[in-house]
């Protein structure tokens, strides 16, 4: 499968770090995107190589996506290609992994109406009014939308992204 992360600087460097190795490791490729190709910065230093420009991503040519948290995505759902290739993943029913803030680009794309989902407790009125059903744990599974909290909850968010995989 190909996966796709879009993200961009002040990521939460565990929440994309740790899923790339994780699904690299399950036999995927997977493919960062963000406002240009070179490398974005995370919260805490570390660097990501970005292989492709959000204006270059077809969203037809991946499987899934995911969408790690910090304060990469307020900056990421300003962008209205990024946001287009998250509303046509998710609407066409493709495996989407958000944690964190990661979910700010799905409401910014109007798919969130009527699931039941999960993020960092700052932003759950933002869910709720998204017409999120908000829950408070590690993670949440609805249809094709696995979502998580916190950096606490890799395991469990990635556990059950790769069987929504499979």
């Known amino acids: 499968m190909r996966i796709l992360i879009l993200s961009?600087?002040?990521?939460?460097?565990?929440e994309l770090i740790y899923?790339?190795?994780?699904?690299?490791e399950e036999g995927h490729e997977v493919?960062?995107?963000?406002?240009?190709?070179?490398?974005?910065?995370?919260?805490?230093?570390?660097?990501?190589?970005v292989d492709l420009a959000f204006d270059e991503v077809n969203p037809d040519d991946f499987d899934a996506l995911v969408l790690?948290?910090?304060?990469?995505p307020e900056r990421v759902r300003?962008?209205?290609?990024?946001?287009?290739?998250?509303?046509?993943?998710f609407s066409e029913g493709k495996p989407v992994a958000s944690i964190c803030h990661g979910p700010q680009i799905l409401i910014s794309a109007g798919v969130l109406?009527?699931?039941?989902?999960?993020?960092y407790p700052g932003i759950k009125d933002d869910m709720i009014n998204a017409g999120v059903e908000w829950v408070d744990s590690e993670v949440v599974v609805d249809g094709n939308w696995v979502s998580s909290r916190v950096?606490?909850?890799l395991y469990a968010w990635m556990r059950e992204f790769v069987k929504l995989l499979k």
């Open 8 to 14: 961009a600087d002040q990521f939460e460097d565990v």
């Open 19 to 24: 899923p790339y190795h994780r699904l690299k």
């Open 31 to 49: 493919v960062v995107a963000s406002f240009k190709r070179g490398a974005i910065t995370g919260k805490h230093g570390y660097t990501v190589n």
């Open 68 to 72: 790690p948290g910090g304060r990469a």
């Open 78 to 89: 300003l962008n209205e290609k990024a946001v287009e290739i998250a509303r046509k993943m």
């Open 113 to 119: 109406k009527g699931r039941k989902g999960t993020s």
């Open 151 to 153: 950096p606490a909850d």
